[in-house]
């Protein structure tokens, strides 16, 4: 059995203008599908201590990780470790560089979500994406990051899957996560950890290490590693 199931990107109203879930339904709702652990990951902003500390106190049972989703130059990056904002950390290489100094661990978010719909591109005067899996692995986001999120609950399957390959490609820690605005999804994508994660310090370990795996399919019953069961889908038809 598995240590801990974390779903590692989830947004909340106490954070999220765009969310509809409340703190205490999302923990009501990752305990009855079978999570562990959640990752909260509001947009460009940290729950403050006093907000966290009295959180964490009512729900003892569940790990709960104080992430934040950074909308950055080169796409939405989910940050694990940061002691708070910090100004400058929309520039991609000054959050890694900060990153790096704190010890925190950051994964690119659903990095190909519409990329392969043509009108993507079209609208912003460009060509369709076409580039192979090795191509884009060379892209500079991923030099700038650790890990690269693989499956994605507002995803396509083809945009995890080309995300899959790149990671593969790249020896990337595969995170994933149900990138929920309300109850529904909630741990259908989680990250599925080794060991038994009881604080901030073991989860940065265990992410840094890759000693997880992407999971999918455990409000069913039928949780199982993406990184080894997913079926093939062709890129470009």
Partial sequence: MPGTIIDMHLHTTKGASDSMLDPADLIEEAKQVGLTGVNITEHDRMWETWDLGPFRKEHPDIFISNGMEVSTDMGHIIAI???????????????????????????????????FDPIHFKREGKEPFNLSPEEAAELPVFELVHGIEVLNGCNTPRENYFALQVAKILGKTPTAGSDAHSRQGIGYFACVFEEEIETTEQLLDALHNARCFPGRELPSGNLNNYWETAEPIPFYE
């Fill in 81 to 115: 470790g940061l002691k708070g904002y910090a100004p400058g950390i929309r520039h991609l290489r000054k959050l890694r560089e900060i990153a790096d100094e704190q010890g925190a661990f950051l994964s690119v978010a659903h990095p190909f979500r519409h990329y």
